[in-house]
């Protein structure tokens, strides 16, 4: 860059190219590999590309948690209002009269467990599964003021078959929808050969209802699909096709299972949260867009038009609770 940024960097271990000079980048570069290739005492040795992603990912702090405390923090209430309460005390039913031990996996800050916490009518001892050390440090301080028998444990749900605590519940919240169909298939398994209840919660299911509507929030709304199947770490997601998925896998393994509605209302009076959902579904579309067959002009369209309705714009987001018993 000619704005002067780099000066004062010159010393024998930085040399500068002028802007736009690709022809003597090039050659400096090739300089630089060539040397270190022809030197045996140094060996060269380049990273892979997820290596380098890592340490990149590190250098920039954006391994700190793996999703946003702040958002997941801004999401709770809208999580808590949405859930089926009648399949969480069905849930609760479910456990029986004796020992009541609970895991919830993917457990974030503990939000699922605070709310189902709620609506049990007996007392639990809860096993809250992450792999983020650091989210599973936010939640000791989330939780410092509730009155709750729990332990964390860290462990990568990848590989469920070593996760072998015993219970007499499993659930989760806002997770289906991020793994793969492979992964729940293996779910569905695991949780056959342990024959006890399982409470999915808020699976997206593929519904955003705007208020005012906008002529071009159809074709947002199919890059954000697109972008929720992408791969999340466990292969390409099912994205809305999670909950009806994972009902047919189960029902395959002699369970009954329920479906219901569990919808975030956002209300124009919330600009916050309304400028956060409208952000991240213009960042999702946008970078879908391509595969998608989006223009990323009417994204950003979209999103400056929607942006400027903050206050007067309600959100409607589509979520499926599902419970299955064995």
Known sequence: TPAGALDGLDSGRVQKIEAGDVEGLVSRIRSHLEGRISSPEE???????????????RVLGLDEEGFSVDWLRMREPYDHAARSKSLAQKFDALLGTGPRRVMEIA??????????????????????????????????????????????????????????IEVEGIT?????????HDWLQAFADWLAARRVPFLGALSVDGRVLWSPSDPRDDAVQHAFRTHQTWDRGFGPSPGPDAAPTLKR??????????????????????????????????SAAREAAHDAGVQTEVVDRWRDERLSQVGTLSIQVGHWDLLAMP
Do not use: C
Not at 114 to 126: I, K, T, V
């Open 43 to 57: 060996p060269l040795v380049f990273p892979t590309w997820s290596e380098q992603a890592a340490l990149l990912t």
């Open 107 to 164: 457990t974030g800050l503990g939000s699922g467990t605070r709310f189902l916490a709620q609506q049990f009518e007996r007392e639990a001892e809860w096993f809250l599964v992450d792999r983020d050390p650091k989210l599973l440090a936010f939640l000791n301080r989330d939780m410092a003021s509730q009155q709750l028998q729990y332990q964390t444990v860290q462990h990568d749900l990848r590989y469920l078959e070593a996760l072998e």
């Open 249 to 282: 896998l189960l029902e395959e393994r002699d369970f009954t299972v329920h479906l219901e509605s569990a919808d975030w209302m956002i209300p124009a009076s919330d600009t916050s949260m309304v400028s956060a959902m409208v952000e991240g579904i213009a």
């Open 172 to 180: 989760t919240q806002a997770l289906l929808d991020l793994v793969s």
